[in-house]
Nanobody, 115 residues
Framework: QVQLVESGGGLVQPGGSLRLACVAS????????MGWYRQAPGRERELVAS???????NYPDSVKGRFTISRDNAKKTIYLQMNSLKPEDTAVYYC?????????WGKGTLVTVSS
């Protein structure tokens, strides 16, 4: 099992930046797939960034060039740097890891982009 705790959400103006962090309860060195998802009210949860254990990353077009995912295995943490935020980025952001075919999720952190 893996427990995940997200932090870093909050209220930010359009064009601003936030950095989210997700700390795992165990070593992530051997975990291949880790990622960030988001869910806005009335919408399905969607992937916003993923990173493998060899640091390959993937982003949907909606955030490409604005969001950057990274991982620090020593700190058991993954990060999501979000720049040039838009109102449509408003959502609850969730950390996800896949271990032995099972998905583990954090409780999420709310990001609100508004003036």
């Amino acid at each position: 099992q893996v427990q995940l705790v997200e932090s870093g959400g909050g209220l930010v103006q359009p064009g601003g930046s936030l950095r989210l962090a997700c700390v795992a309860s165990r070593s992530i060195f051997s975990i291949g797939a880790m990622g960030w998802y988001r869910q806005a009210p009335g919408r399905e949860r969607e992937l916003v960034a993923s990173i493998t254990n060899v640091f390959m990353t993937n982003y949907p077009d909606s955030v490409k060039g604005r969001f950057t995912i990274s991982r620090d295995n020593a700190k058991k943490t993954i990060y999501l740097q979000m720049n040039s935020l838009k109102p449509e980025d408003t959502a609850v952001y969730y950390c996800n890891v896949k271990v032995m075919g099972m998905d583990y999720w954090g409780k999420g952190t709310l990001v609100t982009v508004s003036s």
